[in-house]
């Protein structure tokens, strides 16, 4: 199993519509989960971070389920410019401050 | 809003040529970090480095590789004899400082091109 694992899309949606994208991880251990935004060939931005509660940031949700090792980020009203690759990102539970990198998964949002 | 910045934007090598690679991290970061992303790929962790020595490597961080924080600010990626498989984007990330949310901090990358 990949440490941390994402389906890559593309997801193709309308303005406006709400996309939900899942991650999951393999090392029980992990402590901390992110979602990281990287525009084409741009560096990677942080998004949010992950709480074992779930947060909301304006149109951003997201969650984390540890039983199943899984985290989800939620786009609602989608916008044109949400296009982007979202990265998941979990720390590597090593005692140090060591992340790993989902795949990313690809969204365009279309006029 | 400090940054971190990297130099060179763009590298083109030759096989085999010794490569530098540079970046100034945000004054207060304690941990700073060596990530690469080959086109179309995922983003790589290669080494972490702390407390001026390396903290943790991927597998990827071979003998071809090495870091340094000669001076205190300026934090450094060798690769000593490239190869065509090292083309890719480099990105130098920090983070862990006092106010720790756990965000990296990333540069806007450097891109080495080995022909």
């Known amino acids: 199993r990949k440490e941390v694992e994402q389906d890559p899309g593309p997801f193709n949606v309308p303005e406006g519509a709400t996309v939900a994208f899942n991650c999951t991880y393999s090392?029980?251990?992990?402590?901390?989960f992110f979602w990281y935004r990287q525009d084409c060939r741009k560096e990677p931005k942080l998004l949010m971070s992950?709480?074992?509660s779930g947060n909301e940031d304006g149109r951003f949700t997201a969650q984390l389920n540890r039983a199943s090792q899984y985290i989800s980020l939620l786009i609602r009203d989608s916008k044109l410019s949400d296009s982007a690759t979202y990265l998941c990102?979990?720390?590597?539970?090593?005692?140090?401050?060591?992340?790993?990198f989902g795949t990313g998964t690809r969204l365009k949002v279309l006029a | 809003e400090p940054e971190v910045t990297q130099t060179p934007s763009h590298q083109v090598t030759q096989m085999g040529q010794e490569v530098i690679l540079r970046c100034v991290p945000i004054?207060?970061?304690?941990?700073f970090y060596w990530y690469r992303q080959i086109l179309g790929q995922k983003v790589e962790f290669l080494v972490s480095?702390?407390?001026?020595?390396?903290?943790?490597k991927s597998e990827i961080f071979d003998d071809q590789f090495s870091v340094e924080r000669p001076d205190g600010s300026n934090f450094t990626l060798k690769i000593r004899s490239t190869k065509l498989e090292d083309s890719a984007m480099y990105f130098c990330?920090?983070?862990?400082?006092?106010?720790?949310?756990?965000?990296?901090?990333f540069g806007e990358g450097s891109r080495l091109t080995v022909l």
């Open positions: 990102v979990v720390n590597a539970p090593s005692g140090t401050y060591k992340y790993i």
């Open positions: 090392n029980s251990a992990s402590q901390s």
């Open positions: 992950v709480y074992s």
């Open positions: 004054s207060n970061h304690l941990y």
């Open positions: 480095f702390y407390n001026n020595e390396i903290s943790e």
């Open positions: 990330a920090g983070g862990g400082s006092g106010i720790d949310t756990g965000e990296l901090f």
